[in-house]
């Protein structure tokens, strides 16, 4: 009887009416480069889009030549076609077949070498403002965000301002994890023990979708966090709000926040009343991104318990 009632086209749409009506926010967010949210996500999709259209130079005369060559020189009684058994070369012909692929490539090797040139966070900037600094570890399934300036940390919720660059310092304390937010900038890969960076640049106020894009176990999906981008002030107000609803992030709450836990896991042992119920809020009182990127510098290998991601790790506490 159901459906029967949903193959009526007005209850499809009324059954779509109430689904976006009743949608949390967070299914809105931007989560593709194909609706870029910043400059450099424009970039990737301007590359994207002349790649493509110069790929289809070459692509659509062989997709209509075929045929029409097939049809035109097939096999059959009477035809008016020129018999030529002895041809084997015609230099229009072959300037033609290779010349275009080669002026695709050399056009496509120009845009590409100067698209990686503006977009290395190594050497381009974006703004003449400072950067505003943001290190990210890679847990087992979450994210951490720590802004060393400003002595708050956040997980489930990446807060930036907007028009500002945003300059990412990436490790991971398990795992290799691949980070992106498609609206903003491409996807990196991150390692423990090494650090990589990315920039960012919101445009608009706007809240998009990152994630991890390396499958790393049974927490993978839920690996997704919440890029705020807002204006400055309300940025101020949202560092405010964090370091006032913020519980300190030492060594017990990072013991816990590093442990086999999914963001809902970690929400439901750190979070308090003063917290979203999908992000967590900490205020720092170290430099939890040099101690965890250095415990992988002694030259020896970490023992089973210590290290984040196996299912040893934090069990001697709970006991």
């Given at each position: 009887?159901?459906?029967?009632?949903?193959?009526?086209?007005?209850?499809?749409?009324?059954?779509?009416?109430?689904?976006?009506?009743?949608?949390?926010?967070?299914?809105?967010?931007?989560?593709?480069?194909?609706?870029?949210?910043?400059?450099?996500?424009?970039?990737?999709?301007?590359?994207?889009?002349?790649?493509?259209?110069?790929?289809?130079?070459?692509?659509?005369?062989?997709?209509?030549?075929?045929?029409?060559i097939a049809f035109r020189y097939r096999r059959r009684k009477g035809g008016a076609a020129a018999y030529r058994p002895d041809w084997d070369f015609s230099a229009k012909l072959e300037f033609v077949m290779w010349g275009v692929?080669?002026?695709?490539?050399?056009?496509?090797?120009?845009?590409?070498?100067?698209?990686?040139?503006?977009?290395?966070?190594?050497?381009?900037?974006?703004?003449?403002?400072?950067?505003?600094?943001?290190?990210?570890?890679?847990?087992?399934?979450?994210?951490?965000?720590?802004?060393?300036?400003?002595?708050?940390?956040?997980?489930?919720?990446?807060?930036?301002?907007?028009?500002?660059?945003?300059?990412?310092?990436?490790?991971?304390?398990?795992?290799?994890?691949?980070?992106?937010?498609?609206?903003?900038?491409?996807?990196?890969?991150?390692?423990?023990?090494?650090?990589?960076?990315?920039?960012?640049?919101?445009?608009?106020p706007e809240v998009m979708q990152g994630e991890n894009t390396q499958y790393n176990g049974r927490g993978f999906t839920k690996q997704k966090f919440r890029?705020?981008?807002?204006?400055?002030?309300?940025?101020?107000?949202?560092?405010?709000?964090?370091?006032?609803?913020?519980?300190?992030?030492?060594?017990?709450?990072?013991?816990?926040?590093?442990?086999?836990?999914?963001?809902?896991?970690?929400?439901?042992?750190?979070?308090?009343?003063?917290?979203?119920?999908?992000?967590?809020?900490?205020?720092?009182?170290?430099?939890?991104?040099?101690?965890?990127?250095?415990?992988?510098?002694?030259?020896?290998?970490?023992?089973?318990?210590?290290?984040?991601?196996?299912?040893?790790?934090?069990?001697?506490?709970?006991?």
């Amino acid at each position: 009887m159901a459906k029967g009632r949903l193959s009526n086209p007005s209850s499809l749409v009324m059954a779509a009416l109430i689904l976006l009506t009743v949608t949390p926010p967070m299914a809105f967010a931007s989560d593709s480069f194909m609706d870029p949210q910043g400059p450099i996500a424009a970039i990737q999709k301007t590359h994207l889009l002349r790649a493509t259209a110069l790929i289809m130079v070459a692509v659509i005369p062989v997709l209509v030549l075929v045929p029409l060559i097939a049809f035109r020189y097939r096999r059959r009684k009477g035809g008016a076609a020129a018999y030529r058994p002895d041809w084997d070369f015609s230099a229009k012909l072959e300037f033609v077949m290779w010349g275009v692929p080669v002026l695709i490539v050399a056009l496509l090797s120009f845009y590409l070498w100067k698209a990686t040139h503006r977009l290395d966070p190594y050497s381009a900037a974006f703004g003449e403002e400072p950067a505003v600094r943001v290190q990210v570890v890679g847990l087992d399934w979450k994210w951490l965000f720590l802004y060393p300036d400003l002595g708050i940390a956040s997980v489930g919720e990446f807060g930036i301002p907007t028009k500002r660059q945003v300059a990412v310092t990436l490790t991971t304390d398990t795992v290799m994890q691949s980070f992106m937010i498609p609206a903003l900038a491409g996807q990196i890969y991150a390692m423990p023990g090494m650090t990589t960076q990315l920039h960012l640049v919101a445009d608009t106020p706007e809240v998009m979708q990152g994630e991890n894009t390396q499958y790393n176990g049974r927490g993978f999906t839920k690996q997704k966090f919440r890029t705020v981008s807002m204006e400055q002030d309300a940025f101020d107000t949202w560092v405010d709000k964090v370091r006032t609803g913020g519980i300190p992030l030492n060594a017990a709450t990072y013991q816990t926040l590093a442990m086999r836990t999914d963001r809902d896991e970690v929400q439901a042992a750190l979070g308090t009343a003063q917290m979203p119920d999908d992000a967590l809020y900490f205020t720092l009182e170290e430099d939890v991104f040099h101690s965890i990127l250095h415990r992988y510098h002694s030259g020896e290998a970490l023992p089973a318990d210590q290290q984040p991601g196996t299912a040893s790790f934090g069990q001697e506490e709970q006991e």
